[in-house]
């Protein structure tokens, strides 16, 4: 996949280093020649010298053949420009950074396809650190209506030794919580568990549910404090 990537800000950096690790073909637009110096040297990626919204760099850097464009500068008029560039020459794919809520409209109406708020990202991480710090990780689908938690399974977990489809059919168990998710150890590949998958101690679990019944789940663990 050719990925291009607006912006080589600590973010835009971090995503072009993560990219081309996972196989792809990155590239980053940005005016800063250090950056760009950077990007090339440093993280091994193609690099071009100038404005992400000026067409001239946009189609130097081959924006025609892109299969995603990232918007990934710090303001979002820019990035609205971005997105707008990127459907006028076809990118089929476009992920966006956005700073104020005001512009998720714009941005939806220029044709992004993906769109990031890192404020309420951050937002939604410090407090679920300080609301459930036994949840190594929680991610919010569908505006918040749906939940995946990341939650470890220490030896004093009462689902320890129990099987998927036991854990299922017990009547404390949040109704409508699925577990999607199995980690015997941490070096292990994820899988997904059936119904006679036994959960271990030190192992981790991947599980669905709704908001409401996330402090639910972690008692019927014995997780809360």
């Known amino acids: 996949m050719y990925v291009l990537i607006g912006g080589a800000g600590m973010l835009g950096l ?57 918007a990934a500068l710090p303001e979002d008029a820019l990035n609205l420009a971005i997105v707008t560039l990127s459907k006028h020459y076809g990118v089929p794919q476009t992920v966006v950074r956005m700073s104020d809520r ?48 990341k939650l470890p399974i220490p030896q004093q977990c009462t689902i320890v030794g129990r099987t998927v489809a ?25 899988t997904i568990p059936n119904g006679s998958t036994v959960l271990e101690s030190g192992s981790t679990i991947l599980a669905v549910t709704k908001p409401g019944l996330v402090r639910q789940m972690l008692d019927f663990m014995g997780l809360c404090a």
Do not use: W
């Open 14 to 70: 971090d995503l072009a280093k993560t990219l081309l690790g996972e196989g792809h073909t990155v590239a980053v637009v940005d005016p800063d020649p250090l950056a760009c110096q950077y990007a090339r040297e440093k993280i091994g990626v193609m690099a071009f010298e100038g404005s992400a919204v000026n067409t001239t760099t946009l189609l130097e850097a081959g924006i025609r053949k892109a299969d995603a464009v990232i």
């Open 102 to 149: 005001d512009f998720a409209e714009p941005y939806q109406l220029a044709g992004a396809t993906h769109t990031v708020s890192t404020t309420e990202l951050t937002i939604n991480r410090i407090v679920n650190a300080i609301e459930y710090p036994q949840v190594e990780a929680m991610m919010h689908f569908e505006q918040g209506q749906v939940e995946v938690l």
């Open 166 to 190: 036991e854990i299922a059919q017990d009547t404390r168990f949040p109704a409508g919580t699925l577990i999607i998710g199995y980690q015997a150890h941490p070096h292990e590949d994820l």
